[in-house]
């Protein structure tokens, strides 16, 4: 059955093949572009977060589904071009989860992410923070990053709840205890300037959240530091579980999550900072939220892309940095792992 399939697959592929040429040859499953670059990463994961398939119907959806299905079976209908397999797939891929097939609620999608954090981020950046909304937008953010690393979770081994819960509530008292201590420490700071003293606050989200989100990945994936992931040779076939590769793929996450809101949270205060200063918007301050609402949106769609593509999704280690048993249970001299986002 399986070399049956595989035929059916290759025939299918040389069809499309012949039909289109205005894009690579469809793969399914594999990244339309080359993952061994930044850009093609890049371009890569600004299809996963595409806004766009948001307003894909449920039609469009089982139509999708149904290509990739025909596709996958050697039973295309004739005329479908690679072009529109990869849309298929970027559909698919974007709304359903891949170990579930089960539909991802819209708000913790990686294309919803970009939309529903917004508002998130603004409110985090708004000046002259209370105690009380300081600690409302740092609980929201962090409940937000939750939700979306569950829903995108690698469902192929069951978690228990009470990890999604530990690394919930390691992320929010971490962002909130941050946040609020920095928060006072500003206010007692008597050698700053009111306006010096403004400035600064603007900028107690960003380590607040950084940390945060540091916590967040450390105590939600614990468990692989423990046990290991799955390190596969160039074929895809499974070669062991490392504790090493595991310690490589927090680190990476970690850095990512660093570096993600750096620009979300750093660039917009210095922006606005400025353009606070111009004469539309001290003659018109009710613009004031508006604009600093796109800053952060334009912040946002940059650093998610430029953040997530820095490493590959499934990145490379040599097997001599493995644990022995791992390097001897094959002949490659290099091994892939799921970095995971």
Known sequence: MADTATTASAAAAASVANASTDAPPFQLGKPRFQQTSFYGRFRHFLDI????TLFVTERRLREAVQLLEDYKHGTLRPGVTNEQLWSAQK????????????????????????????????????????LASTVFWQWLNQSHNACVNYANRNATKPSPVS??????????????SIAVGLNVLVQKANKFTPATRLLVQRFVPFPAVASAN?????????????EGIDVLDG?????????????????????TRVVLPMPILVL?????????????????????LPVQSLVCLAA???????????????????????EPEIAQATSCRTVVYNKGL
Not at 49 to 52: N, S, V, Y
Not at 163 to 176: C, D, E, M, P, T
Not at 218 to 224: H, P, T
């Open 235 to 255: 074929d895809g076939n499974l070669v062991g579980s490392s504790k090493i590769a595991a310690r490589h793929a927090l680190l990476e996450t970690a850095l």
């Open 91 to 130: 559909i698919k891929q974007a709304i359903l989860h891949p170990d579930t097939n089960e539909k991802i609620f819209m708000p913790f999608r990686m294309s919803g992410y970009i939309p529903f954090g917004t508002p998130i981020v603004v409110g985090l950046l708004l000046p002259n923070q209370t």
């Open 163 to 176: 990890k999604f819960i530990q690394g919930y509530l390691g992320a929010v008292i971490s962002a909130v």
């Open 214 to 226: 540091i916590c967040n990945v450390v105590l939600m994936r614990y468990g692989e530091l423990q």
């Open 49 to 52: 977060i595409d806004p766009r």
């Open 300 to 322: 946002f769609g940059l650093a998610l892309p430029l953040a997530i593509s820095l490493f590959p999704q499934m990145s490379e280690i040599e097997t001599s940095q493995l």
């Open 268 to 288: 917009p205060p210095i922006v606005m900072s400025v353009l606070e200063k111009t004469a539309l918007l001290q003659a018109r301050p009710r613009l004031l």
